[in-house]
């Protein structure tokens, strides 16, 4: 489209130019001989006229061309540098993630190890209630029993949880 566009406006340029000297070449010389253009110049004329609008033609398209290729390059170049940085941003997040998954793994097997121990020890204090004689001693023995038992276990589990610095879920 560009090119017949330019094309055009080449040869009507052209053609005004021809009519434009056809007309002062009329007012300068008042013989018929000098005033008419033969058809064999016109027609060299018009000929010249294309070899020039093909070689202007042919220098767009190249500087086109070579434009082009240039930004084509450059924006590939851009392309793989973001593919790169986002690659290796991908790598780092998956290898955190995986690193927070084993210390969540290792937390739970520890709470889960804790929370064992601690009702291994229910257990234990429970059948040495039962053996006890008093009911009222055993109430207050299983209160603070229970008690301790609860202190001792969110003690570990805060400890726990400050050295890990993490929040472990005691709810089961």
Partial sequence: ????????????????????????????DTSTKNKTITLKELEDQIDLLFKEIDKLNKDFNSKISKQLESLIKENKNYLDQLENEYKSKIKDESSKIESLK????????????????????????????????????IKNLRKNIKKELDEFRNTLIKSFEESLNIKVDTIN
């Fill in 1 to 28: 489209m560009i090119k017949n566009y330019i094309k055009s406006v080449l040869i009507i340029t052209f053609l005004l130019v021809a009519y434009s000297s056809t007309n002062f070449l009329y007012s300068q």
């Fill in 102 to 137: 084993k210390s969540v793994d290792e937390i739970l097997r520890i709470k889960n190890e804790e929370l064992k121990i601690v009702d291994k020890k229910i257990n234990d204090i429970e059948k040495n209630i039962k053996n006890l004689s008093s009911d009222e001693y």
